[in-house]
């Protein structure tokens, strides 16, 4: 089983739209939680730590549920440039393991 | 704005050929990271490093790999012979925690390296 696991999409969605990623994660011993953006070809950049208090950037709400071992990314109003890779990704002592990612298409 | 820096951006090299790429973190940051990416692949962790040692290290970075902070300012990543599949972008990654205050990993552009 994979450390982080995520739906690989694409999604396609228009302007406007609301979309949601979902991860799962396997290790319980892990500590921190984010998601990270990757455009094509360009390194990865962080979009947010994952709280499990639940946490906003704009139109970013991330949740983390350690129960059930969840992560999960909401966009609202999408736009244009927030096509993209999703990463969800996870802390474990010196160790930070990436999801293969979620790719998003937007579309005017 | 502070950033990584990699050199060289692109290399090709023939198999069999010893490779270090090299990285220059930035300069409060404690700890430091190589990760590579096949293209098309999800970006997979290969080793950490911290107070001139290794923290922890991928079942990738076997003894092909090295890693050295040789001057204090430059981390550098070798592949001593060099496979067709080792050809990937290898991405350099600093940050000031680790452990469970990780925060922000901050990457370089990468350095893609082509094997022949």
């Known amino acids: 089983r994979k450390e982080v696991e995520q739906d690989p999409g694409p999604f396609n969605v228009p302007e406007g739209a609301t979309v949601a990623f979902n991860c799962t994660y396997s290790?319980?011993?892990?500590?921190?939680f984010f998601w990270y953006r990757q455009d094509c070809r360009k390194e990865p950049k962080l979009l947010m730590s994952v709280y499990s208090s639940g946490n906003e950037d704009g139109r970013f709400t991330a949740q983390l549920n350690r129960a059930s071992q969840y992560i999960s990314l909401l966009i609202r109003d999408s736009k244009l440039s927030d096509s993209a890779t999703y990463l969800c990704v996870v802390n474990r002592g010196f160790k930070t393991i990436f999801g293969a990612g979620t790719r998003l298409f937007v579309k005017a | 704005e502070p950033e990584v820096t990699q050199t060289p951006s692109h290399q090709v090299t023939q198999m069999g050929q010893e490779v270090i790429l090299r990285c220059v973190p930035i300069?409060?940051?404690?700890?430091f990271y190589w990760y590579r990416q096949i293209l098309g692949q999800k970006v997979e962790f290969l080793v950490s490093?911290?107070?001139?040692?290794?923290?922890?290290k991928s079942e990738i970075f076997d003894d092909q790999f090295s890693v050295e902070r040789p001057d204090g300012s430059n981390f550098t990543l070798k592949i001593r012979s060099t496979k067709l599949e080792d050809s990937a972008m290898y991405f350099c990654?600093?940050?000031?925690?680790?452990?469970?205050?990780?925060?922000?990993?901050?990457f370089g552009e990468g350095s893609r390296l082509t094997v022949l």
């Open positions: 990654a600093s940050s000031e925690d680790a452990g469970s205050n990780t925060g922000e990993l901050f």
């Open positions: 290790n319980s011993a892990s500590q921190s």
């Open positions: 490093f911290y107070n001139n040692e290794i923290s922890e």
């Open positions: 300069s409060n940051h404690l700890y």
